[in-house]
């Protein structure tokens, strides 16, 4: 199986390819507009709480351990109060929730356990009162929990009319759908005609994976959505009519990336390197474009397919809901993300905000965009050929930093012997994955994160499988986790062996080609790799081979239960 990753002349190829757009004739008569900002002071206590969902006036931020809630004024993004504990407690937010500000100004929290299994809607009073917000006891709740399971782990939905919701997924049963909606009064699934034709062949449900992960929607409020994609230049605005049909008003952005499967999971080869950003009002469209970072010069520290985790940029594409290009804004600072005040007069601009990977002190600046006409205008041409420049500086650079071509790894395969490695336990005590070898047991390697909804899940189900079996198997989690939230231990200890190399398990990841969380690795008592299983259901699956089937129906069952 081999690794494949981005070069240094396709990720140019590609990003000059998307700058070339503005070279259209559409674009001839767009004006560019150079805008200064203000930095806002920062009042959030910790670097660790990121500032994600914006409804209406109210930010929801969030932790290992709680949601919060803040405001974004003029001057300053105000210090977090607590929402609610993350958590199963019935009175408590899960641990994966989207919110939206639902038709009333309310805050509606779409709670679930994990990506295939909604469990509650749950509608939060934006009186301007925290207290009342933050009381449970006033929150209104519908059951979701008698839904079928439902393919979707976009990052927002949008408040419809009538108590339903537009979400981008469907039915499990039914995969050849990327949008949805949902009557969560009535509880009822409506999925939506439409399908994306991007000539790639593969399963249906890899497919809908590929577009609702991570996805975003938006709404104008008067009858219009705006569809994006995670990984792709991929935007589109729509319609739905009675008939629950999508029809597409506009294409902004219809580049494809190029993807495969594998263990049953969507591969992605090669992709454009420049992301959007957006936020929404009733009037307009705003796209921040991102692409590498332009002051930190990480490239030579991280490994290239890394860059994802350190995007940037200023440069922000203004549409109306007709699809018309109206302004190019070019701010004087980066970002990875922009938000929108409520009246639509300002825009923010967060940087240094991936704290998984990057914990520094966030910083925001907001910009003046009530008036943009009587900004004096910029040349669009000259600035995007200044950016092209400069793109071409950062490209070189990296390249200078970092081989041309990533080093091969000799991957491990099924029939192969186990590659070792050291790690480190809870105390700083050092061990090695072959440590069990020649004991007589078979060694299970399972691959995790905490930022892994169905990881977590899954650890009470392998807490019964590795008491009743642990004369048999020993098992190792290995964490991808920053040492700081791993040590904290978040979700409680296990009873088997917890370890960490300090590294972000990189190199153990490509060693045995992890396509992803969770995964599993089984190596008999010699050292000898049988199984590689992505997925806990793959896995359960697998462990008919070494443990009666009726005892793996049980665990299963268990597992079952846990996502009802």
Excluded at 90 to 96: H, K, P, T
Excluded at 189 to 205: C, K, M, Q, R, S
Aim: proline share 4%.
């Amino acid at each position: 199986m081999e690794k494949r990753a981005f070069g240094i002349v396709a990720l140019l190829g590609l990003f000059l390819m998307s700058l070339s757009s503005l070279a259209d004739s559409k674009d001839k008569n767009v004006r560019g507009v150079k805008l200064m900002g203000k930095e806002l002071k920062y009042n959030v206590s910790d670097v660790g709480i990121q500032t994600r969902f914006q409804v209406g006036n109210k930010i929801i931020a969030f932790d290992f351990d709680n949601y919060y809630c803040t405001e974004l004024t003029d001057t300053e993004l105000r210090k977090q109060e607590l929402l609610s504990k993350r958590g199963e407690n019935g009175l408590c937010l899960n641990a994966i929730v989207r919110f939206a500000k639902g038709q009333d100004n309310s805050i509606l929290a779409l709670n679930e356990t994990e990506r295939l299994k909604l469990i509650e809607m749950i509608v939060i009073p934006n009186s301007g009162n925290h207290a009342d917000m933050a009381n449970p006891l006033l929150w209104k709740r519908y059951d979701l929990s008698q839904l079928k399971d439902f393919y979707s782990h976009s990052h927002c939905f949008v408040s419809l009319p009538n108590d339903k919701i537009l979400i981008a997924g469907t039915p499990k049963e039914d995969a050849r759908h990327i949008l949805s909606i949902i009557d969560y009064k009535k509880q009822e699934i409506i999925p939506l005609n439409y399908w994306p034709e991007d000539g790639i062949d593969v399963p249906d449900y890899v497919k809908c994976v590929v577009y609702t992960n991570y996805s975003d929607l938006y709404a104008n409020g008067k009858g219009r959505y705006l569809y994006q994609a995670e990984k792709n230049r991929y935007s589109f605005i729509f319609t739905i009519d009675k008939d629950y049909n999508v029809k597409v008003v506009k294409d902004l952005y219809k580049e494809y990336s190029n993807y495969t499967v594998q263990h049953g999971a969507p591969l992605t080869l090669s992709r454009n390197t420049e992301e959007l950003r957006i936020a929404t009002n009733e009037d307009n469209i705003y796209v921040l474009l991102v692409d590498s970072d332009p002051e930190g010069r990480i490239y030579g520290k991280l490994p290239l397919e890394e860059y994802s985790f350190f995007i940037y940029g200023n440069s922000v594409e203004l549409y109306d809901w007709d699809g018309n290009k109206k302004n190019v804004l070019y701010l004087d600072h980066y970002g990875q993300r922009i938000m929108l005040s409520e009246d639509g007069k300002k825009l923010f601009l967060f940087s240094d905000d991936n704290t998984s990977r990057n914990p520094k002190q966030p910083h925001i600046w907001v910009y003046d965009i009530d008036n943009l006409d009587a900004q004096p205008s910029v040349d669009v041409a000259e600035m995007e050929k200044a950016r092209e420049i400069k793109y071409k500086n950062d490209m070189e650079y990296r390249s200078k930093t970092k081989p041309k071509t990533a080093p091969k790894v000799d991957i491990v395969e099924e029939g192969d012997m186990m590659a070792d490695f050291e790690l480190y336990d809870y105390d700083n005590n050092p061990h090695h994955l072959n440590e069990f070898l020649g004991k007589g047991k078979y060694t299970i390697l399972e691959f995790s994160s905490l930022g892994c909804g169905p990881c977590q899940m899954a650890k009470p189900t392998l807490e019964k499988f590795y008491k009743k079996y642990k004369d048999k198997f020993e098992m190792i989690t290995i964490s991808a986790d920053r040492l700081p939230e791993w040590k904290k231990k978040p979700l409680g200890e296990v009873s088997w062996h917890d370890w960490n190399d300090f590294k972000y398990a990189r190199e153990i990841l490509k060693k045995y080609d992890v396509p992803g969380f969770p995964a599993f690795v089984i190596i008999d008592p010699d050292g000898k790799v049988l199984n590689e299983c992505f997925g806990f259901n793959y896995f359960l699956e697998t462990l008919k081979l070494y443990i009666p089937a009726e005892e793996v129906d049980k665990l299963k069952d268990d597992w079952e239960n846990r996502l009802k």
